[in-house]
């Protein structure tokens, strides 16, 4: 099963020295995750401040700009990679290097839905066909 693992940090700006180190730790496992041939995506994100959100409302689309929501943390980037199960894949996400910028981070797992697959109903209740 493929899963995202949403890579959150804090904004701190960073010395040259710690992206570097980030960027080395980044690559690391991405090479690794990329041996075993379990990476299928994985790239940081640009600032919150060139984000787009758009919001639809009925009758017209509003577009503004910046994240959709003003947080102390902030999604930094992803890695999309193919695990057994979720305890993989937590395993994995521990290993992402999530304090860029020095900042406090965390990595949230989400399984990707496989098109074709029962997927959950939106109203929250039992699951729907795709």
């Known amino acids: 099963?493929?899963?995202?693992?949403?890579?959150?940090?804090?904004?701190?700006?960073?010395?040259?020295?710690?992206?570097?180190?980030?960027?080395?730790?980044h690559r690391a496992?991405?090479?690794?995750?990329?041996r075993l041939g379990i990476l299928y995506?994985?790239?940081?994100l640009e600032a919150p401040a060139t984000a787009t959100t758009v919001r639809r409302q009925p009758g017209k689309v509003l577009v503004t700009d910046g994240p959709f929501a003003e947080t102390k943390e902030?999604?930094?980037g992803?890695?999309?990679?193919e695990c057994r199960d979720l305890d993989e894949a937590v395993e994995w996400a521990a290993r992402?290097?999530?304090?860029?910028?020095?900042?406090?981070?965390?990595?949230?797992?989400?399984?990707?839905h496989e098109a074709g697959r029962?997927?959950?109903s939106m109203s929250g209740g039992g699951r729907a066909r795709a």
């Open 1 to 25: 099963m493929r899963y995202m693992m949403l890579i959150y940090t804090t904004h701190r700006p960073a010395t040259p020295d710690e992206m570097a180190e980030v960027a080395t730790a």
């Open 29 to 34: 496992l991405m090479d690794e995750t990329e």
């Open 41 to 44: 995506s994985a790239n940081p």
């Open 74 to 76: 902030q999604l930094a």
């Open 78 to 81: 992803y890695y999309l990679l």
């Open 96 to 112: 992402i290097p999530t304090a860029c910028g020095g900042g406090q981070g965390c990595v949230e797992i989400r399984a990707i």
């Open 118 to 120: 029962d997927v959950p």
